[in-house]
């Protein structure tokens, strides 16, 4: 239902992962027009900059979107590449109204809505949804003297693959599911050592991202009820032991050390004083929220994420986020999670541009 230039719009979707997508998919079934607008090159979201091993930690069942499941992997659980096509075809599937590449630069208020920029031209709409995630904006903290360190840093987000590694000395410093899948392929060929904060929680070996879903779901439906309840051992962030997980241990090489206290030209300084040579440090130390397009409107406060009651933004009405993580809904930044906060979003909209229809 796109609307030629000039006309407004129901509602920009900005991104065009797969919260995009759940989202897309509920408004399909309204009446209400829509744009997706994409950043990438082609479809799949962060996906496409996976490294090339990465592995879902939940079978394809439990790793679907709305409406239409992913095809079963052949080889237990899905690749990176599967998921890329699975967004790829379910995408052409629903033929969503989605533009790309176009990276959005900013979003004004209008007398009639919202005015959303990109560099060549503008689209105006009454309500915007921002679910660009937060795969373009990596963090890495702060540790003293790295600007003097001579070796190389990259983060999880440009790791490709372990070969380039092969002999060196490489530090993998984050104590989570990219840690420890990287921490289990770049060992093989290189020297490595484990950097986490605190000693790694691994789930059972039989715990896998359907059971952590279902603990995910049941503590939000306490929650709603306001009941509490003991929540097992076992959060999003906790160590999936997939295959090549399992495998390192086998090695004796899934052991951390605690962090280091700065780095030095060759290398690092421990807090014994010990100093240790490293030619390359992996920083799998997580994202943050990707919203620097919605500076303009000045609703992002200083931990950089902006104010929500559920998915709503508190001080701009016609905005929303879906897909940034547990702040925008339970599991939300989950293929299987974000159906949840994608429905109530387009029903809260609904209600909202007076359209008394649900999804």
């Given at each position: 239902?796109?609307?030629?230039?000039?006309?407004?719009?129901?509602?920009?979707?900005?991104?065009?992962?797969?919260?995009?997508?759940?989202?897309?998919?509920?408004?399909?079934?309204?009446?209400?027009?829509?744009?997706?607008?994409?950043?990438?090159?082609?479809?799949?979201?962060?996906?496409?900059?996976?490294?090339?091993?990465?592995?879902?930690?939940?079978?394809?069942?439990?790793?679907?979107?709305?409406?239409?499941?992913?095809?079963?992997?052949?080889?237990?659980?899905?690749?990176?590449?599967?998921?890329?096509?699975?967004?790829?075809?379910?995408?052409?599937?629903?033929?969503?109204?989605?533009?790309?590449?176009?990276?959005?630069?900013?979003?004004?208020?209008?007398?009639?809505?919202?005015?959303?920029?990109?560099?060549?031209?503008?689209?105006?709409?009454?309500?915007?949804?921002?679910?660009?995630?937060?795969?373009?904006?990596?963090?890495?903290?702060?540790?003293?003297?790295?600007?003097?360190?001579?070796?190389?840093?990259?983060?999880?987000?440009?790791?490709?693959?372990?070969?380039?590694?092969?002999?060196?000395?490489?530090?993998?410093?984050?104590?989570?599911?990219?840690?420890?899948?990287?921490?289990?392929?770049?060992?093989?060929?290189?020297?490595?050592?484990?950097?986490?904060?605190?000693?790694?929680?691994?789930?059972?070996?039989?715990?896998?991202?359907?059971?952590?879903?279902?603990?995910?779901?049941?503590?939000?439906?306490?929650?709603?009820?306001?009941?509490?309840?003991?929540?097992?051992?076992?959060?999003?962030?906790?160590?999936?032991?997939?295959?090549?997980?399992?495998?390192?241990?086998?090695?004796?090489?899934?052991?951390?050390?605690?962090?280091?206290?700065?780095?030095?030209?060759?290398?690092?300084?421990?807090?014994?004083?010990t100093e240790s040579a490293v030619d390359v440090v992996i920083w799998c130390?997580?994202?943050?929220?990707?919203?620097?397009?919605?500076?303009?409107?000045?609703?992002?406060?200083?931990?950089?994420?902006?104010?929500?009651?559920?998915?709503?933004?508190?001080?701009?009405?016609?905005?929303?986020?879906?897909?940034?993580g547990e702040w925008t809904g339970s599991a939300s930044a989950t293929l299987?999670?974000?159906?949840?906060?994608?429905?109530?979003?387009?029903?809260?909209?609904?209600?909202?541009?007076?359209?008394?229809?649900?999804?």
């Amino acid at each position: 239902m796109a609307h030629p230039l000039g006309n407004q719009l129901d509602i920009v979707i900005i991104g065009g992962g797969q919260s995009a997508l759940a989202v897309a998919y509920f408004l399909r079934r309204t009446q209400l027009s829509f744009v997706v607008l994409d950043a990438e090159e082609a479809p799949g979201g962060a996906w496409r900059h996976g490294w090339n091993s990465l592995r879902l930690f939940s079978p394809s069942t439990w790793s679907s979107i709305p409406g239409w499941m992913m095809p079963p992997a052949h080889d237990g659980y899905p690749t990176r590449n599967h998921v890329i096509e699975y967004l790829s075809q379910y995408e052409q599937r629903y033929q969503f109204p989605v533009e790309r590449p176009v990276r959005v630069t900013s979003v004004e208020r209008t007398a009639s809505g919202l005015r959303v920029h990109s560099d060549a031209r503008h689209w105006d709409a009454k309500v915007v949804i921002s679910a660009t995630g937060t795969w373009s904006n990596p963090y890495i903290p702060h540790y003293p003297d790295a600007d003097r360190f001579a070796g190389r840093q990259l983060h999880s987000a440009h790791y490709v693959e372990a070969h380039v590694f092969t002999g060196k000395k490489v530090l993998v410093v984050g104590g989570g599911n990219s840690g420890a899948q990287i921490l289990a392929e770049v060992s093989k060929v290189a020297e490595t050592t484990w950097v986490t904060p605190a000693e790694p929680v691994f789930l059972p070996d039989d715990v896998d991202g359907r059971v952590l879903f279902e603990r995910a779901t049941e503590r939000l439906k306490a929650q709603q009820e306001g009941r509490l309840i003991d929540q097992p051992v076992g959060g999003l962030g906790d160590i999936v032991m997939v295959p090549p997980v399992v495998e390192a241990r086998e090695r004796k090489v899934l052991t951390s050390v605690r962090p280091f206290e700065h780095f030095t030209r060759n290398g690092v300084m421990w807090a014994d004083g010990t100093e240790s040579a490293v030619d390359v440090v992996i920083w799998c130390t997580g994202f943050r929220p990707a919203l620097q397009h919605l500076d303009t409107l000045g609703v992002i406060n200083t931990e950089g994420r902006v104010e929500v009651e559920g998915t709503h933004s508190t001080q701009e009405p016609r905005l929303w986020l879906v897909g940034y993580g547990e702040w925008t809904g339970s599991a939300s930044a989950t293929l299987i999670g974000v159906a949840r906060t994608a429905r109530s979003t387009v029903n809260e909209i609904l209600a909202f541009l007076g359209d008394a229809s649900v999804v």
